[in-house]
T-cell receptor
Framework: DAKTTQPTSMDCAEGRAANLPCNHSTISGNEYVYWYRQIHSQGPQYIIHGLKNNETNEMASLIITEDRKSSTLILPHATLRDTAVYYCIVRLIQGAQKLVFGQGTRLTINP | ETGVTQTPRHLVMGMTNKKSLKCEQHLGHNAMYWYKQSAKKPLELMFVYNFKEQTENNSVPSRFSPECPNSSHLFLHLHTLQPEDSALYLC?????????????FGSGTRLTVV
């Protein structure tokens, strides 16, 4: 699996947009970008994934650069419950590809 | 509830005990996984099962023994553990025949070895 690089930690004010960056410069053409988050002492939760187009769902938006070497997860109106570790993972589309987690970004939402 | 249920939620065991962790999913998924998360470390993949067959063992010590009797249930049998095995053990499932699906995780079992 391609490696990803994320900042260790970030802070964001409640009600503001949280923008979490991820670099994946060695991503190959058939790898998706996945985002998960892990709230303290719980299992990781799937947020969103994308290949090359921007994606949006009820939780977040995913912006992928045209060269696919980096992406940004956007939480449009962060709440205190969004405080968690956010993981950016690249993964092959086909087959039983394991999900490999890095250190992630610890996002703290401040009141 | 995520659809993946792990029991027990907390477990304290001595180094000479034998215990088992249980994971159950009713999502119709055909792949199941065990992960270990030690304090302040990333999740580590331990075992992968596809259609009840073990397809990956990431150099896990033999004191951890997985069992997958059917595609809905996964167990992790523990014996003669060490204090450094204390961690959060997470189970996940996925539908690998559909390439776009992510993983669904359970809430984990917090294991303390004394």
């Amino acid at each position: 699996d391609a490696k990803t690089t994320q900042p260790t930690s970030m802070d964001c004010a409640e009600g503001r947009a949280a923008n979490l960056p991820c670099n994946h410069s060695t991503i190959s053409g058939n790898e998706y970008v996945y985002w998960y988050r892990q709230i303290h002492s719980q299992g990781p939760q799937y947020i969103i994934h994308g290949l090359k187009n921007n994606e949006t769902n009820e939780m977040a938006s995913l912006i992928i650069t045209e060269d696919r070497k980096s992406s940004t997860l956007i939480l449009p109106h962060a709440t205190l419950r969004d405080t968690a570790v956010y993981y950016c993972i690249v993964r092959l589309i086909q087959g039983a590809q394991k999900l490999v987690f890095g250190q992630g970004t610890r996002l703290t939402i401040n009141p | 509830e995520t659809g993946v249920t792990q029991t027990p939620r907390h477990l304290v065991m001595g180094m000479t005990n034998k215990k088992s962790l249980k994971c159950e999913q009713h999502l119709g998924h055909n792949a199941m996984y065990w992960y270990k998360q030690s304090a302040k470390k990333p999740l580590e993949l331990m075992f992968v099962y596809n259609f009840k067959e073990q397809t990956e063992n990431n150099s896990v010590p033999s004191r951890f023994s997985p069992e997958c009797p059917n595609s809905s249930h996964l167990f992790l049998h523990l014996h003669t553990l060490q204090p450094e095995d204390s961690a959060l053990y997470l189970c996940a499932s996925s539908q690998e025949s559909v390439p776009y699906y992510g993983y669904t995780f359970g809430s984990g079992t917090r294991l303390t070895v004394v």
